[in-house]
């Protein structure tokens, strides 16, 4: 195996996306119980769409499929990249609105919400953003964590693409 991850198999390039998306979901967790910096409810749908990103991966990892099956497993691995992008680039944009504009805090959290309400209601609640999910707790390089996560996505979800349809 090459040290350019470029050239490694597919099995090994879905391993080391598994790997990554858990090493972040594994950060997420650190930033809420150690630096109790408790997630809003956008946060947790990124967590999720980096779940299933994982889940994809490691089966697409574990299987080693032929060509129709990398190219299956890769778009399912860009669709949840796609949906976690458009979730963080929400998250990115509300951070950065007048303070004005900024949506009032909801009270209820997501638990309780997918519990009182249709899960069509709770998710245009979600994306409509709340004042929680304007607060900038976290800052690396002048980014947000939404910002990262966006670039995470976007990078992983180019990464499953390229391990897909690459020529073998």
Not at 56 to 65: N, Q, R, S, T
Not at 155 to 163: K, N, R
């Given at each position: 195996m090459t040290l350019n991850p470029l050239n490694w198999s597919f099995?090994?390039?879905?391993?080391?996306?598994?790997?990554?998306?858990?090493s972040l979901l594994g950060y997420a967790l650190y930033v809420q119980?150690?630096?109790?910096?408790?997630?809003?409810?956008?946060?947790?749908?990124?967590?999720?769409?980096f779940a299933v990103m994982?889940?994809?991966?490691?089966?697409?990892?574990?299987?080693?499929?032929g060509r129709?099956?990398?190219?299956?497993?890769?778009?399912?691995?860009v669709l949840a990249a796609s949906v976690g992008?458009?979730?963080?680039?929400?998250?990115?944009?509300i951070q950065h609105l007048p303070a004005d504009e900024v949506p009032l805090?909801?009270?209820?959290?997501?638990?309780?919400?997918?519990?009182?309400?249709?899960?069509?209601?709770?998710?245009?609640?979600?994306?409509?953003g709340s004042g929680e999910c304007a607060k900038i707790d976290w800052v690396f390089l002048g980014l947000s964590m939404p910002g990262w996560t966006f670039i995470c996505f976007s990078?992983?979800?180019?990464?499953?693409?390229?391990?897909g349809?690459?020529?073998r």
């Open positions: 099995r090994s390039q879905f391993a080391a996306g598994c790997i990554v998306c858990v119980h150690h630096m109790l910096m408790m997630p809003c409810p956008m946060c947790i749908l990124q967590r999720v769409a994982a889940v994809f991966f490691l089966l697409g990892a574990l299987h080693g499929p129709i099956g990398r190219r299956i497993y890769s778009l399912l691995v992008g458009a979730i963080s680039g929400r998250h990115f944009q805090c909801n009270s209820m959290g997501l638990d309780y919400m997918l519990e009182a309400f249709p899960l069509r209601e709770v998710l245009a609640k979600v994306l409509t990078i992983l979800g180019v990464g499953a693409l390229w391990a349809f690459r020529k």
